[in-house]
């Protein structure tokens, strides 16, 4: 009897890990983001993500994402999994977190997970795309400000000029969903003594 009990649930642990087809759960969503703000060097611009910043228009020294395709891509792409933001993937994990605080202002980045630390304040929960696909963060938007190189760096909104940056620009964050998504690796500040 006992014997029967061991093998039945051999053969229940057996079962339940066979392969149906694909046994993974429903795959996420994959998506790039677009920003909307007419009339603006930023209109329809697709987010790209390089040294743990993401932002528009980098220039073409900073598009550096090592993808599973070998090609190199302008557009980051991002999954959200439980309000969680993350960059797709393959062995990294590299994860969006934002600072409200007052150091913060609304910074906005990410950080290779189990390697490097969020800032102290960083928090990762709150991302929801909306019955219109736009993006936000605990239900406020994103703003860009300029940087160097024409280079435009992706803020949360609330900071007329985060960190003294001027003439920064909100914008509708739209998900565009990715069917051609491939998995890469972006390259974080400190990346750069990598081989
Ligand atoms: C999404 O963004 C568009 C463009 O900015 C805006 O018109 C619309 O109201 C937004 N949708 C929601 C649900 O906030």
Same mark, same amino acid.
């Given at each position: 009897?006992?014997?029967?009990?061991?093998?039945?649930?051999?053969?229940?642990?057996?079962?339940?890990?066979?392969?149906?087809?694909?046994?993974?759960?429903?795959?996420?969503?994959?998506?790039?983001?677009?920003?909307?703000?007419?009339?603006?060097?930023?209109?329809?611009?697709?987010?790209?993500?390089?040294?743990?910043? #993401?932002?528009?228009?980098?220039?073409? !020294?900073?598009?550096?994402?090592?993808?599973?395709?070998?090609?190199?891509?302008?557009?980051?792409?991002?999954?959200?999994?439980?309000?969680?933001?993350? #960059?797709?993937?393959?062995?990294? $994990?590299?994860?969006?977190? $934002?600072?409200? !605080?007052?150091?913060?202002?609304?910074? #906005?980045?990410?950080?290779?997970?189990?390697?490097?630390?969020?800032?102290?304040?960083?928090?990762?929960?709150?991302?929801?795309?909306?019955?219109?696909?736009?993006?936000?963060?605990?239900?406020?938007?994103?703003?860009?400000?300029?940087?160097?190189?024409?280079?435009?760096?992706?803020?949360?909104?609330?900071?007329?000029?985060?960190?003294?940056?001027?003439?920064?620009?909100?914008?509708?964050?739209?998900?565009?969903?990715?069917?051609?998504? $491939?998995?890469?690796?972006?390259?974080?500040?400190?990346?750069?003594?990598?081989?």
């Amino acid at each position: 009897m006992q014997l029967n009990a061991i093998l039945l649930s051999l053969f229940a642990a057996a079962a339940s890990a066979a392969p149906t087809g694909s046994s993974c759960p429903a795959p996420e969503r994959k998506f790039g983001i677009m920003a909307l703000r007419s009339a603006s060097p930023i209109h329809f611009a697709p987010a790209s993500a390089s040294q743990g910043k #993401l932002g528009f228009n980098f220039p073409a !020294s900073k598009i550096d994402a090592q993808c599973t395709d070998g090609k190199t891509r302008t557009d980051a792409i991002f999954t959200i999994k439980d309000g969680e933001l993350y #960059l797709y993937g393959k062995d990294q $994990v590299q994860q969006i977190y $934002v600072d409200r !605080s007052g150091m913060g202002q609304g910074v #906005l980045g990410y950080f290779n997970k189990g390697v490097e630390n969020p800032p102290r304040n960083g928090e990762l929960k709150g991302w929801a795309v909306d019955s219109e696909d736009n993006l936000t963060f605990s239900g406020t938007t994103l703003q860009a400000c300029p940087g160097a190189d024409n280079a435009w760096h992706i803020w949360l909104s609330g900071v007329s000029k985060p960190a003294g940056a001027e003439g920064c620009l909100g914008f509708t964050a739209r998900v565009v969903t990715k069917s051609d998504a $491939v998995q890469c690796t972006y390259s974080t500040f400190n990346a750069g003594t990598a081989a």
